[in-house]
T-cell receptor, first 115, second 113 residues
Framework: GAVVSQHPSWVICKSGTSVKIECRSL??????MFWYRQFPKQSLMLMAT?????????EQGVEKDKFLINHASLTLSTLTVTSAHPEDSSFYIC???????????FGPGTRLTVT | GENVEQHPSTLSVQEGDSAVIKCTYS??????FPWYKQELGKRPQLIID?????GEKKDQRIAVTLNKTAKHFSLHITETQPEDSAVYFC????????????FGGGTRLMVKP
């Protein structure tokens, strides 16, 4: 149980284009989904928290107009990196949390490379 | 807000030895402390967690201890094996509703055969 999928697993895009990443909880209803980015050899940095049907809460320093998050259902959240630039290249990982307090289950991550 | 410090940043042990990773947290309201293992290029996987109502939890070769007074918790791996080599992250929840986590900086564990 507690399986989270993420798509695509990797993407290469040109500078200035937008990229959408999907995160799905496959066997449970995720009341909350989280989006992290991880640079090489660094820890997980929370970007935003999203609850189904409501606006995402962004961490300080994360541009909400650049990183658009939609949590349309209890099993799907999307992150759109708009007007991507090379400095946005990173490993983006989502996680999902159900009703239980604390447990987060991670997706496999999406490696974004902006050329 | 919550701040989680993790030490050491790298740890090299001989196969069969024990490994200990320590974390401290700042928010006394935190009550959930998971540990994740992340292999290169893969997702973090929950390996063990502990809640503030207990001081120790064990699962085969892995154990976690929690000292609420001192606000620190530790991961203990006994009889290490090469497949234990990975990056380990501790975390603490930010609010006692439990869902948001703050992660430590990670420990790269290398188990030498």
């Amino acid at each position: 149980g507690a399986v989270v999928s993420q798509h695509p697993s990797w993407v290469i895009c040109k500078s200035g284009t937008s990229v959408k990443i999907e995160c799905r909880s496959l066997d449970f209803q995720a009341t909350t989904m989280f989006w992290y980015r991880q640079f090489p050899k660094q820890s997980l940095m929370l970007m935003a928290t999203s609850n189904e049907g409501s606006k995402a809460t962004y961490e300080q320093g994360v541009e909400k107009d650049k990183f658009l998050i939609n949590h349309a259902s209890l099993t799907l959240s999307t992150l759109t990196v708009t007007s991507a630039h090379p400095e946005d290249s990173s490993f983006y990982i989502c996680s999902a949390s159900g009703q239980g307090a604390g447990e987060q289950y991670f997706g496999p991550g999406t490696r974004l490379t902006v050329t | 807000g919550e701040n989680v410090e993790q030490h050491p940043s790298t740890l090299s042990v001989q196969e069969g030895d024990s490994a200990v990773i320590k974390c401290t947290y700042s928010d006394s309201a935190s009550n959930y402390f998971p540990w994740y293992k992340q292999e290169l290029g893969k997702r973090p996987q929950l390996i063990i967690d502990i809640r503030s109502n207990v001081g120790e939890k064990k699962d085969q070769r892995i154990a976690v201890t929690l000292n609420k007074t001192a606000k620190h918790f530790s991961l203990h791996i006994t009889e290490t094996q090469p497949e234990d080599s990975a990056v380990y992250f501790c975390a603490a929840n930010r609010d006692n509703a439990g869902n948001m986590l703050t992660f430590g900086g990670g420990t790269r564990l290398m188990v030498k055969p």
